[in-house]
């Protein structure tokens, strides 16, 4: 265990609250255990840890953030990893040489909770720094075969408002339209959703347009704050 890894869990267990653990690990389905911290005093806990943190070299933070999640045993040390890559020391680092890194920790990690902070905040920020290069691995992750890279791939410009690539998030979402997979068919009709705030016009021709292939849960979602023609 790193230096840093052994503060985080001495602070979790500080601050945990056992009796809330079950619960919790119940709610997320969770094989691994909790220690029972909700996310406010984790959050405040992890910006007094990690206050000043600074890195070299984008290796080694990947090689910090990595230990943290590689070591965890508990579920919210590996949430801590996740706010290890949103610090602002880190967003220099912020490059396609990173995706690898949070590759692994969305194939590992396998859940929704993990995945959507990941997709949403942290891959939409290589999106904007390497375009180019992160829609070919984007586009690529969209049509292999691991739910949860598709997932990701389609989530990836959640935060992009009125700079979202429709062309992009389109070609995103077409492998997975016939898919019964409750998360992908969630996963898109989110991301229409998100789009909508900007263009509902074009979300409700969209999903006109595909009615036929997109699933009553995706065309649910994408059309929740769409009101109805006329």
């Not at 909790?34 to 996310?39: K, N, P, W």
């Not at 206050?51 to 579920?75: M, N, T």
């Not at 998100?194 to 059309?223: F, G, I, K, N, W």
Request: hydrophobic fraction near 45%.
């Amino acid at each position: 265990m790193s230096d840093l890894a052994g503060r985080i869990r001495s602070g979790l267990a500080d601050i945990a609250e056992p009796a809330r653990a079950p619960a919790m690990q119940a709610y997320m389905k969770s094989a691994m255990p909790y220690l029972g911290v909700s996310s406010v005093p984790r959050r405040r806990l992890c910006k007094a840890l990690f206050a000043g943190l600074e890195w070299p070299s984008s290796a080694a933070w990947q090689a910090e953030v990595l230990a943290v999640w590689r070591g965890a045993e508990f579920r919210e040390e590996r949430y801590c990893a996740i706010e290890l890559c949103a610090l602002r020391s880190a967003r220099r680092f912020h490059s396609t040489a990173a995706l690898p890194m949070y590759e692994e920790m969305i194939v590992a990690g396998a859940w929704w909770d993990y995945v959507d902070e990941i997709a949403g905040h942290r891959l939409s920020e290589i999106l904007r720094a390497e375009p180019a290069a992160m829609k070919r691995a984007m586009l690529e992750w969209a049509q292999g075969a691991d739910m949860w890279k598709r997932r990701s791939a389609i989530l990836c410009q959640l935060d992009a408002k009125g700079a979202t690539d429709l062309d992009f998030l389109y070609a995103c979402i077409a492998p997975s339209l016939s898919s019964k997979e409750f998360f992908l068919r969630k996963a898109i009709g989110w991301a229409l959703r998100q789009y909508a705030r900007t263009d509902p016009a074009e979300v409700a021709r969209y999903v006109l347009e595909h009615a036929a292939q997109l699933s009553p849960l995706s065309r649910r979602e994408a059309t929740k704050h769409i009101a109805p023609a006329g």
